[in-house]
T-cell receptor, first 110, second 111 residues
Framework: SQTIHQWPATLVQPVGSPLSLECTVE??????LYWYRQAAGRGLQLLFY??????ISSEVPQNLSASRPQDRQFILSSKKLLLSDSGFYLC?????????FGQGTRLTVV | DAKTTQPTSMDCAEGRAANLPCNHS???????VYWYRQIHSQGPQYIIH???NNETNEMASLIITEDRKSSTLILPHATLRDTAVYYC????????????FGGGTRLMVKP
């Protein structure tokens, strides 16, 4: 069966520090991979979308970047975090039908 | 994804059926209707999807109008654990179509 792993569950980082969130998928091949962010009390904002290794679409200009070094690995990064980067970050995968989400990382930038 | 319109919030009494509407008047012939829900502080969870016919699974039923311009998600016996934000999305199955979410309906199931 397919599973998606996302870590860490919570993270507190100072302003100006780097960020690396990792997401891995098991049990499927060539998935579409997504990073979303959800600010407190707000909706899901699509940040990055990937249809294959090295193929990244950015939906919102921002302080973040994404990479897909392997078929089932998706990494969200920042060189210098801003206060506005705080939020709930979710990784997801699909194969053009139903999508499956990780449990999320709650990032607080202080 | 084509646009969908959902009420911002709804209440439902515990044990009663929750009927969540969604309008998707510009849906294309190859687009499916999907429903997800997001319980507080968790990732969204897939519920059900359909193209033209009504669908039922262990979680819910999906009723799609004949003209496909609207649909209703039915939770037959709502429980307190069904309190969540419910998202209706229309999306084709061919490659290259990103999954994006609108505002959804915040369903509050009350004792």
């Amino acid at each position: 069966s397919q599973t998606i792993h996302q870590w860490p569950a919570t993270l507190v980082q100072p302003v100006g520090s780097p960020l690396s969130l990792e997401c891995t998928v098991e049990g499927t091949s060539n998935p579409n991979l997504y990073w979303y962010r959800q600010a407190a009390g707000r909706g899901l904002q699509l940040l990055f979308y990937s249809v294959g290794i090295g193929q990244i679409s950015s939906e919102v200009p921002q302080n973040l970047s994404a990479s897909r070094p392997q078929d089932r690995q998706f990494i969200l990064s920042s060189k210098k975090l801003l206060l506005s980067d705080s939020g709930f970050y979710l990784c997801a995968w699909d194969r053009n039908t139903e999508a499956f989400f990780g449990q999320g990382t709650r990032l607080t930038v202080v | 994804d084509a646009k969908t319109t959902q009420p911002t919030s709804m209440d439902c009494a515990e044990g009663r059926a929750a009927n969540l509407p969604c309008n998707h008047s510009t849906i294309s012939g190859n687009e499916y209707v999907y429903w997800y829900r997001q319980i507080h502080s968790q990732g969204p969870q897939y519920i059900i999807h359909g193209l033209k016919n009504n669908e039922t699974n262990e979680m819910a039923s999906l009723i799609i109008t004949e003209d496909r311009k609207s649909s209703t998600l039915i939770l037959p016996h709502a429980t307190l654990r069904d309190t969540a934000v419910y998202y209706c999305i229309v999306r084709p199955h061919n490659a290259g179509n990103m999954l994006t979410f609108g505002g959804g309906t915040r369903l509050m199931v009350k004792p």
